[in-house]
Nanobody, 124 residues
Framework: QAHLMESGGGSVQSGGSLRLSCVAS??????????MGWFRQAPGKEREGIAL???????DRKEIAAGRFTISQDKSKHTIYLQMSSLKPDDTGMYYC????????????????WGPGTQITVSP
């Protein structure tokens, strides 16, 4: 059973930066086929995808992340990261990581494993 735990959220002013981490356990990060992603949910809005990364290092990001957010991973630490800069108040929300132990890497909500989330609040 995959288990994920996010960290790194907090309160920042507009224009600030944060780095989120998501530590994975319960599966072999080094040898598994997987797609891991960062998603977020703002108050009153649906959960939306931000960026994806797979076991080969292929990665993708949505337009909301272009030029500001970067996804990466450190397999030795069983961890993926989301480096965020130029944060805006609209980036406020709960940020989640998710994993699918398959080669299908899409921005859908049907990932079977999710972390509990980490809150980000960006003030003007």
């Amino acid at each position: 059973q995959a288990h994920l735990m996010e960290s790194g959220g907090g309160s920042v002013q507009s224009g600030g930066s944060l780095r989120l981490s998501c530590v994975a356990s319960g599966y072999s990060f080094a040898s598994a086929t997987y797609c891991m992603g960062w998603f977020r949910q703002a108050p009153g809005k649906e959960r939306e995808g931000i960026a994806l990364i797979d076991q080969n290092g292929w990665h993708d990001r949505k337009e909301i992340a272009a030029g500001r957010f970067t996804i990466s991973q450190d397999k030795s630490k069983h961890t993926i990261y989301l480096q965020m800069s130029s944060l805006k108040p609209d980036d406020t929300g709960m940020y989640y990581c998710a994993v699918r132990l398959s080669p299908y890497c899409y921005y859908t909500a049907d990932y079977p494993h999710w972390g509990p989330g980490t809150q980000i609040t960006v003030s003007p």
